[in-house]
C-alpha cells in the first residue's frame, strides 16, 4: 500500500485548504481512511476518518464543524477539507489506511509521507 499525499502549504487564519492523498497497490474501497497530524513539538494526532464506503466519518473536536473528509473510490482518493484554519492547525499532515476502521484513531497500518500545513496569524 502506497499513500501520497498533497495539497499542503502556507495559508493565512480562517482561509481554507484542501489535501488529497491518492492510494495505490490497494482495492481502495476495503479500506477506511484517514489523517493525523504532527504539530512542532507534539506528538501526532489523529484528526480524520471516514470509512470504505463513506458513510461513516468521525473527527478531532477542535476540527468538528471546520474539516470535512470525503473520497472518491473511482479515483482511489481521499479528501480533506480544512475550512477557517487556525495557526494552531499548523502540522504535517499524514494520510492513513487500514482495513479497519476503529483502528484509524490509534495505530493505521499504513501512512503517507505527509504534506505540511502552516497557518499564519
Known amino acids: 500500500v502506497q499513500l501520497q499525499a498533497s495539497g499542503g502549504g502556507l495559508v493565512q487564519a480562517g482561509n481554507s485548504l484542501r489535501l488529497s492523498c491518492v492510494a495505490s497497490g490497494v482495492t481502495f474501497g476495503i479500506y477506511a481512511m484517514g489523517w493525523f497530524r504532527q504539530a512542532p513539538g507534539k506528538e501526532r494526532e489523529f484528526v480524520a476518518r471516514i470509512s470504505g464506503n463513506g458513510r461513516n466519518t468521525h473527527f478531532l473536536g477542535s476540527a468538528k464543524g471546520r474539516f470535512t473528509i470525503s473520497r472518491d473510490n473511482a479515483k482511489n482518493t481521499v479528501y480533506l477539507q480544512m475550512n477557517s484554519l487556525k495557526p494552531e492547525d499548523t502540522a504535517v499532515y499524514y494520510c492513513?489506511?487500514?482495513?479497519?476502521?476503529?483502528?484509524?484513531?490509534?495505530?493505521?497500518?499504513?501512512w503517507g509521507q505527509g504534506t505540511l500545513v502552516t497557518v499564519s496569524s
Open positions: 492513513t489506511a487500514d482495513v479497519s476502521y476503529a483502528l484509524l484513531t490509534t495505530r493505521p497500518a499504513y
